[in-house]
């Protein structure tokens, strides 16, 4: 299976503790996304890497959330001292980035994190 | 800023009538509109996109999406509904150029009867 993979499917966690999410996306694409999604709720975007670097970061991520993308490969998005209220799915997407495919994400099945 | 309105959060329709899920959008430019589905636990998957040439576009399993500049809308249908049709649909907007970051929608519950 060549699509975008994530680890750990499911994680519960106790508030306060550090989690990490790990995104491995389709290996010729340049674009890697990170959204989160609550009941109820559309994808909100978080982040997003173009190979290596960061160039955009949502007000919704919070100094407790950091991403990472060092080899322009796979990503990691860790959330510090977690909260309940970081209690959700957490999406990862990837994409050949602009033109003709711009928008044609191609997600992973997503992690689910349960903050106690 | 791009946002996107999907009005009622679920819809259920018989087995072969029409389907007729609506999405309205908002972007200072020329947008760039899709619609994704999501069947239960698996990942969103694109059904269709507009990209600023035709304005009627046709997806995957026999659905379609028009374009209506005036209206600012991008309603999705398909004329039989499928019970395989039963699913989670998400309107997404991106604003043309390099960033292709997109914003969805709360998405659409259609329920398919018998």
């Known amino acids: 299976d060549t699509g975008v993979s994530q680890d750990p499917r499911h994680k519960i966690t106790k508030r306060g503790q550090n989690v990490t999410f790990r995104c491995d996306p389709i290996?010729?694409?340049?674009?890697l996304y990170w959204y989160r999604q609550t009941l109820g709720q559309g994808p909100e975007f978080l982040t997003y890497?173009?190979?290596?670097?960061?160039?955009?970061k949502s007000r919704l991520l919070s100094d407790r959330f950091s991403a990472e993308r060092p080899k322009g490969s796979f990503s990691t998005l860790e959330i510090q001292r977690t909260e309940q209220g970081d209690s959700a799915m957490y999406l990862c997407?990837?994409?050949?980035?602009?033109?003709?495919?711009?928008?044609?994400?191609?997600f992973g099945e997503g992690s689910r994190l349960t903050v106690l | 800023a791009q946002s996107v309105t999907q009005l009622g959060s679920h819809v259920s329709v018989s087995e072969g009538a029409l389907v007729l899920l609506r999405c309205n959008y908002s972007?200072?430019?020329?947008?760039?509109l899709f619609w994704y589905v999501q069947y239960p636990n698996q990942g969103l998957q694109l059904l269709l996109k507009?990209?600023?040439?035709?304005?009627l576009v046709k997806g995957i399993n026999g659905f379609e999406a028009e374009f209506k500049k005036s209206e600012t809308s991008f309603h999705l249908t398909k004329p039989s509904a499928h019970m395989s049709d039963a699913a989670e649909y998400f309107c997404?907007?991106?604003?043309?150029?390099?960033?292709?970051?997109?914003?969805f929608g709360k998405g659409i519950t259609l329920s398919v009867r018998p």
């Open positions: 972007s200072s430019v020329p947008p760039y």
């Open positions: 890497f173009q190979n290596e670097a960061q160039l955009e």
């Open positions: 290996s010729e694409h340049n674009r």
């Open positions: 997404a907007v991106s604003e043309t150029g390099a960033n292709s970051k997109l914003t």
């Open positions: 997407a990837s994409s050949l980035g602009s033109g003709v495919n711009t928008g044609e994400l191609f």
């Open positions: 507009y990209t600023s040439a035709a304005t």
